[in-house]
């Protein structure tokens, strides 16, 4: 079973169709949307503020997501926001952020505090994103510091989209394997 723990007075709250992995954390100030997965070894720790992840939203094996207290981060940066639709890799590094609808955040990319992800941009396999940079709806970013590289062409957001699909089926598998094995 999943570990989900309540703190100071907050429980995180789960949509019943959600993929949770066996070995995932979920800590405090936390509210997982409808279809959405979160799988083997990820944390997700809302303990100093909260952590929103959207509907048909993924989070890929070994993911941390964390906050940053108020007074540690004035401005609405503090809590973490995940739209609906998003894909975020293998090991990635995501705190105190926004990332917007139909994203894509690579494997072991770290986006910083404030940063902002939007609609449908794309951040590379180890980008990272400077606190408070805002990465624009269509455009790709990498390197470390993660920079403009160029807009994305129709066939890329074509795949964000079908990579979504491709994960909520995915994890609706593995849920019905869970449950049989419970």
């Known amino acids: 079973m999943a570990l989900i723990l309540p703190f100071r007075g907050q429980v995180p709250q789960i949509a019943p169709d959600a993929f949770i992995a066996d070995n995932a954390t979920i800590i405090g100030d936390v509210v997982i949307g409808p279809g959405a997965s979160v799988w083997f070894g990820c944390v997700l720790r809302g303990d100093t503020n909260f952590i929103r992840v959207g ?10 997501i964390h906050v940053a207290r108020a007074e540690e981060s004035p401005g609405q940066g503090s809590g973490v926001t995940i739209g609906d639709n998003v894909l975020i890799g293998h090991m990635a590094m995501i705190h105190a952020c926004t990332i917007g609808t139909g994203a894509l955040i690579g494997m072991t990319a770290c986006i910083l505090d404030e940063a902002v992800v939007e609609d449908g941009a794309m951040v590379a396999a180890g980008g990272l994103v400077s606190p408070r940079k805002i990465v624009k709806s269509g455009e790709l970013w990498a390197g470390r510091p993660a920079k403009l590289v160029r807009q994305m062409s129709p066939e890329e957001r074509l795949y964000l989209t079908s990579g979504v699909d491709h994960y909520c089926e995915l994890a609706q598998e ?9």
Do not use: F, L
Not at 55 to 64: A, H, K, L
Not at 174 to 180: H, I, M, V
């Open 55 to 64: 509907s048909r939203t993924n989070i890929q094996d070994g993911t941390v």
């Open 174 to 182: 593995y849920r019905a394997q869970q449950t049989k094995s419970r």
